[in-house]
């Protein structure tokens, strides 16, 4: 799909575009209730992209990169800081939850991982 130095451009590419969706959900469409809430939004939005990135990765993998197993465990605990930071104002302990949970997943993930 995209090659090195073009990964990072597409990377650019699509964290703008979060940050436009989370603009809009913000402004006219009011899904969003307080500006504060626009960072956790980012943030999980785009550990979704690293995922999407740990995909590519798979199918594409470089010598001196990180690893697709890496990558995705990246995007999963930037998933799981922003949605912890996003439910933090609902209740705080639905944030610990989250935050235990994708640790529990991780775990469960590298001692199924193959070599």
Do not use: D, H
Request: proline content about 5%; charged content about 10%.
């Amino acid at each position: 799909m995209a090659e090195g130095g073009n990964r990072g451009l597409l990377s650019i590419g699509v964290f703008l575009i979060i940050l436009v969706v989370s603009i809009i959900l913000y402004t006219p469409l009011e899904l969003i209730t307080e500006w504060s809430l626009i960072p956790p939004l980012v943030l999980a939005l785009y550990g979704c992209w690293i995922i999407v990135l740990a995909g590519i990765r798979v199918s594409n993998p470089r010598k001196y990169e990180r690893g697709p197993f890496s990558t995705f465990a990246l995007g999963l605990i930037l998933i799981a800081i922003g949605g912890a930071w996003f439910t933090y104002f609902i209740e705080p302990l639905y944030s610990l939850a989250i935050i235990l949970l994708v640790l529990g997943a991780l775990a469960i993930a590298a001692a199924l991982k193959r070599k």
